[in-house]
């Protein structure tokens, strides 16, 4: 019998810087969307060269974990983000109802377990945020309804709860027609009397479920939440086809 050995060969700096990023990501420590610190900051945080750096930055980005955006800085992909949202570009432009509609089908699932998970998981500074945004929420209200962006942060701060990386990285590669099914439903909600209320109280309730750590209520409430958004897409879908 040939036995065929390699010769083992040390790491790189870079692989090693690699790895450490890959795990911060992985374990969700940094999420989708978040700032990567700068390579002059990674370099002294991890007492390396920023050529080293710089290196893994690229190794990382031609891997798809980061991107480098306009105006500067370097952030944390969504995973999933290219093979989901290209195929989906042009139906979100046109606000396709059908579209919409099944994608509330897939947030029933993904965020119902969210709150659930949420509810579990919560600590201080999770439930801190969600009081943050749900006073905002409550003071536009008062105005005449919120906007859909405090809205979209709301339930992206009950998937952060969640404590679960990939939970997020999948929401977050949805991001586009997540946000457009908020937008159309509240457009539509505000013009029926009532409905503001009724929404910031589905808020509300979502909220004190998961703060008083009651994971099957959490999950309900966002249940009955999603399937009023569910019958107004339907409405809107039914109100194309005639």
Do not use: C
Not at 67 to 91: C, H, N, W, Y
Not at 136 to 156: C, I, L, N, P
């Amino acid at each position: 019998m040939t036995i065929v050995l390699k010769p083992i060969r040390p790491k790189k700096i870079s692989e090693e810087i690699v790895e450490q990023i890959k795990g911060l990501i992985s374990n969700g420590d940094l999420k989708p969307g978040d700032r990567v610190p700068s390579e002059r900051e990674l370099a002294s945080m991890l007492g390396v060269s920023r050529p080293s750096v710089r290196e893994a930055i690229m190794v990382l980005s031609a891997m798809g974990f980061l991107e480098a955006r306009q105006g500067g800085g370097t952030f944390v992909r969504a995973l999933t983000e290219t093979s989901i949202m290209d195929p989906l570009a042009k139906l979100v432009e046109k606000k396709d109802p059908e579209l919409l509609r099944s994608l509330v089908e897939v947030r029933m699932g993904l965020e119902s377990w969210s709150a659930f998970l949420a509810a579990q998981r919560a600590d201080d500074d999770d439930l801190a945020e969600l009081r943050r945004i749900y006073a905002v929420m409550e003071k536009q209200a008062a105005r005449g309804g919120w906007d859909s962006t405090v809205d979209a942060e709301f339930h992206y701060a009950i998937t952060a709860a969640s404590h679960n990386s990939l939970q997020m990285h999948v929401l977050d590669s949805i991001h586009s027609i997540f946000h457009a099914t908020i937008q159309v439903a509240l457009m539509e909600f505000y013009q029926e009397e009532g409905h503001i209320q009724k929404l910031l109280t589905h808020h509300r309730e979502i909220m004190e479920a998961i703060a008083a750590h009651e994971p099957e209520l959490a999950r309900q409430k966002m249940m009955e939440h999603l399937a009023l958004v569910e019958d107004k897409m339907a409405q809107l879908l039914n109100d194309k086809d005639k």
